[in-house]
Antibody
């Protein structure tokens, strides 16, 4: 059974760096072809893809946010970490992590950016 | 980067109606397209993968078609439990893009 769960701060201040962790089970990021992605959704708005990391450490980023994002993995801990720098109130959203095939998603975590 | 244009942004239909949503890619994405259903407060649920393949356990009234740049998602007979927002998502070249979503309501 595959599960994913996001964790991190619920509130960050403008200009701060956000660090989110996706802890997963039921699969390994050392298995060929496997990837984990991050997606966000501002309240009442559409889904927006942020980043992907694959078993071979191949990393892909949304072109519009690439300069602010870093995605890493810790295979031994079954975790994927996303950092986003220079947070702004427009970055307020529910942040999801998902297995790259799209079937399995975390429950999401709401991050509010406010002073 | 590839843009996805999804339409309509919302629709209202009666129970039993046939509902169609379209998604157009800004360039050829072959069949690298998923369709998701999202209900309020929940994570998206994968319904269709590779443009036309029904995910396991998804009712057969849901279907998808298309390739290249033009794609269609259909609910053959709308049910009350289908009230949700639907998104297309392309995954060509290991980069993802979501459509803007279609909110489906019951008339």
């Amino acid at each position: 059974q595959i599960t994913l769960k996001e964790s991190g701060p619920t509130l960050v201040k403008p200009t701060q760096t956000l660090t989110l962790t996706c802890t997963f089970s039921g699969f390994s990021l050392s298995t060929s072809g496997v990837g984990v992605g991050w997606i966000r959704q501002p309240p009442g708005k559409a889904l927006e893809w942020l980043a992907l990391i694959y078993w071979d450490d191949d990393k892909r980023y949304s072109p519009s946010l690439k300069s602010r994002l870093t995605i890493t993995k810790d295979t031994s801990k079954n975790q994927v970490v996303l950092t986003m720098t220079n947070m702004d109130p427009v970055d307020t959203a529910t942040y999801y992590c998902a297995h790259d095939q799209g079937v399995h998603w975390g429950q999401g975590t709401l991050v509010t950016v406010s002073s | 980067d590839i843009q996805m244009t999804q339409s309509p942004s919302s629709l209202s239909a009666s129970v039993g109606d046939r509902v169609t949503i379209t998604c157009q890619a800004s360039q050829d994405i072959s069949n690298y397209l998923n369709w998701y259903q999202q209900k309020p407060g929940k994570a998206p649920k994968l319904l269709i993968y590779d443009a036309s393949n029904l995910e396991t356990g998804v009712p057969s009234r849901f279907s998808g078609s298309g390739s290249g740049t033009d794609f269609t998602f259909t609910i053959s007979s709308l049910q009350p439990e289908d009230i949700a927002t639907y998104y297309c998502q392309q995954y060509d070249n290991l980069l993802w893009t979501f459509g803007q979503g279609t909110k489906v309501e019951i008339k």
